[in-house]
């Protein structure tokens, strides 16, 4: 059976790949991976310094730019002075567990950077992409539910786990909805979503005193967890591999936990095309950004 692995890759020379958070963990990875087989790779970090510090250690055309997906007038700066053409975007930046903050503009951190900001930074330069945006998702989306009637979580105790599973469930319906108007624009364009299953990058925090039942599931992941390296295959699987739009990549053993990676199924209400939809128009007129493309806008091949 097929397994896919660093190695498989296609050469890239001559393309050119956006990766946001591409200065830690499976960003990184796909970072490199991209850069080692000759593409030409756009570093979107929220911490410039931090990203030349990384880029300097990979091999290739390497670029680092400054990204704050938590604040659209730094999505639109990057949008409007990054050049086309974009091959390949990768939406893999994104925030894990943590206490409720605000983004600038106001919104609740992890959906303005889980979502919101990948949304908009997609609509603007979807123009100028002419082959593949991959975003990375993740299991929690299993146990996620948008509540339109308060995406923001504002009218209910914050629960972190519940906003990080809600937001990737976005990506999900995010990346579906992305295809279905790329279909009906006739643009080549595809949208794919990927998982790491459980890495080593996405483990909980550790708390001051942690309890007995914190410690023990923290035992527990890490003995399923797999190498940034490992988790980050979903996501070149699901950029470079020949897939049809909307496919949803995640490893293939131990209930999408670990292993190769291979095309896997989501949540019933992943596959809801009427939350889809609502969910981009919902998310357009919060990020002020619309979809750009039509039959006489796709970008030339």
């Known amino acids: 059976m097929f397994r896919f692995s660093l190695a498989d890759l296609p050469d890239l020379t001559g393309r050119t790949a956006v990766v946001t958070g591409a200065s830690s963990g499976i960003g990184l990875v796909t970072a490199r991976a991209l850069a080692e087989r000759g593409a030409r790779v756009v570093l979107a970090v929220r911490d410039p310094e931090k990203g030349e ?4 250690t990979m091999k290739g055309p390497v670029q ?37 903050s605000r983004a600038a503009d106001g919104f609740e951190l992890q959906f303005g950077t889980n979502h919101l900001g990948h949304f908009a930074l997609t609509n603007l330069l979807l123009p100028r992409i002419r082959e593949r945006v991959a975003t990375v998702a993740s299991l929690g989306h299993r146990i996620g539910s948008l509540d339109f009637t308060d995406l923001q979580r504002e009218r209910r105790p914050y629960r972190p786990n519940a906003a990080y599973a809600q937001f990737k469930l976005a990506n999900l319906l995010f990346a579906a909805e992305l295809q279905r108007r790329l279909t009906r624009a006739g643009s080549p364009v595809i949208s794919t979503a990927a998982h ?47 897939l049809p739009g909307d496919s949803y990549v995640g490893p293939d053993r131990l209930w999408d936990m670990r292993g190769a990676p291979t095309p896997v199924g989501r949540s019933a209400r992943a596959r809801d095309g009427s939350a889809a939809r609502r969910l981009w128009e919902v998310s357009e007129d919060l990020a002020g950004t619309r979809f750009p493309l039509d039959a006489s806008a796709i970008p030339a091949s």
């Open 53 to 56: 510090a990384v880029a300097a």
């Open 64 to 100: 680092v730019r400054a990204l704050d997906l938590a604040d659209l007038s730094s999505v639109r700066a990057f949008a409007g002075d990054t050049p086309g053409p974009i091959d390949l975007l990768v939406n893999n930046a994104g925030l894990s567990l943590g206490p409720l």
């Open 196 to 242: 790491p299953g459980i890495s080593s990058t996405n483990l909980m925090r550790a708390e001051k005193k942690p309890s007995l039942g914190f410690r023990v599931e923290k035992f527990l992941v890490g003995l399923v967890a797999q190498s940034a390296e490992e988790g980050a295959l979903p996501t070149l699987y699901a950029a470079t591999a020949d």
